[in-house]
């Protein structure tokens, strides 16, 4: 039987002979999940555990390329890639490091021609308080640290299969030294640019260009995973979809790409926090998904009631905060979890005392557990509004703090990278 996330997404329904009619093009493994690669497999007239082998390779094992897929009979891959196959994960094409250790991704995802284009995504060793607050993913198994990786360095980085020997090399270098990151927080890209127009974000700049697929999606993870050497089960990683775009409007492939993360990659969906800007649809349908799945929320409130945030998030219009506050009442919270409400702080415009006591009384009124994020407002070329003062800043997360809301403030990271948050947008082609 087809898995729903193939029911419900068409274009993950392939053809066995995978090489594009149109132009000679190859089909990606990378994104098909264990029960759609089986269905490849069977077609292909090989046993259905071949599929299992195949995700291991691909998810686990983090291979690049159906050659290095030893696990599979050589005549067997040789005829898969003569018939149009390739593991087909995305790469990452170009990198720029920050003196913070944060680094910043363009990343080259599954679309050919005009969908090329590249995303962003971005490592943050140690995390930017973003994520971090509410306890719940406690629990989540920690392995004792193992020795020892370092980043490595170098601004442009060739192809996949370079990137990997590279990898291999530092590693078996680096053994004695101790590894340079404690924990890290990578945040992901759902769509190429972004359909909703915040006022005061870079990304709306781009205008909605595409939607990523699920492959696209975890392939970030994927890819930054095996430029770090993260190993899971042992390293303390934390995703957040907070990169371009809104996750909560190409729900399909995000969750999806949720799927694969935590059955196939072996991730903890409580180390995982998606963001949306309050689309009540997806938060309805997120609100139905099954807790062992469903990562935690955060909802970017950003303004202290509907008459402002219609000004700065239009989108406010057509969904304002109570029906996302009530949207989110149907999401059965985990113990310890919290939403987080993202609170950017734009100069004279939400960083107000009032606004601070108006927040306090809201956050009360919806009676959820909520902890909140405060970011001061980061600037972009052509956009008009100002970064409040630190002081100003500070006062506005003690009133909450000291009203009892557990209130953090997130560090800006990479600035000299472009790579703070809202500040995803293009700006070399890969
Ligand atoms: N589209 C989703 C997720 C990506 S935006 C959303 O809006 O929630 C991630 C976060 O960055 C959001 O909380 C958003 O409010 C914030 N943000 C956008 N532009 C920003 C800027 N210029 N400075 C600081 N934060 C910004
Ligand atoms: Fe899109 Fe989020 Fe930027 Fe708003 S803040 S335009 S929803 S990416």
Not at 140 to 159: C, H, I, K, T
Not at 214 to 230: K, L, T, W
Not at 325 to 340: D, G, K, S, W
Not at 409 to 417: E, S, Y
């Amino acid at each position: 039987m087809l898995s729903p996330a193939v029911m419900e997404n068409p274009s993950q329904l392939i053809p066995f002979n995978a090489i594009d009619p149109a132009g000679g093009r190859r089909t990606p493994f990378f994104g098909l999940d264990a029960e759609a690669l089986a269905a490849r497999m069977v077609e292909a007239g090989e046993p259905a555990w071949r599929g299992r082998q195949l995700a291991e390779a691909l998810y686990r094992q983090r291979l690049g390329s159906l050659d290095e897929i030893t696990t599979l009979p050589k005549p067997l891959r040789q005829r898969l890639a003569a018939e149009g196959w390739e593991v087909g994960r995305p790469r990452i094409a170009q990198v720029f490091q920050s003196v913070d250790g944060t680094e910043r991704y363009l990343v080259q995802g599954q679309g050919h021609g005009q969908d090329a284009q590249t995303v962003e995504t971005v490592w943050m060793p140690e995390g930017d308080n973003g994520e971090t607050g509410d306890g719940s993913d406690l629990d989540v198994p920690e392995m004792p640290r193992a020795p020892s990786f370092r980043l490595f360095s170098g601004e442009r980085v060739g192809d996949q299969k370079n990137q990997q020997e590279s990898v291999r090399e530092e590693l078996a270098q680096d053994d004695r030294k101790g590894k340079t990151w404690d924990r890290a927080t990578i945040c992901v890209s759902s769509q190429v640019g972004c359909a909703v127009n915040c006022r005061f974000c870079l990304t709306a700049k781009l205008g909605l260009q595409r939607n990523l697929s699920a492959g696209e999606i975890a392939g970030q993870v994927v890819a930054v995973f095996d430029r770090h050497g993260v190993v899971v089960g042992r390293d303390r990683v934390n995703l957040v979809f907070m990169g371009m775009g809104e996750p909560f409007l190409n729900y399909s492939s995000f969750m999806a790409a949720v799927r694969l993360l935590v059955e196939e990659v072996g991730l903890s969906p409580r180390r995982m926090t998606v963001s949306t800007s309050g689309i009540v649809p997806g938060i309805e349908r997120f609100a139905q998904e099954p807790a062992e799945l469903r990562p935690k929320l955060a909802i970017s409130l950003n303004a202290p009631n509907d008459a402002i945030r219609d000004e700065i998030m239009p989108i406010n219009r057509k969904w304002p905060i109570d029906a996302v506050v009530n949207a989110v009442r149907q999401i059965q919270l985990r113990p310890r979890e919290r939403i987080t409400f993202e609170y950017v702080l734009l100069g004279g415009v939400t960083d107000l005392p009032e606004h601070a006591q108006e927040i306090v009384r809201l956050i009360r009124r919806t009676g959820l557990p909520a902890k909140v994020n405060l970011i001061a407002w980061n600037p972009g070329p052509g956009i008009d509004y100002a970064t409040p003062q630190p002081e100003v800043v500070e006062a506005f997360r003690s009133t909450l703090a000291g009203e009892g809301i557990p209130t953090y403030l997130r560090k800006p990271r990479g600035r000299d990278i472009f790579a703070a948050c809202g500040q995803l947008k293009r700006t070399v082609e890969g």
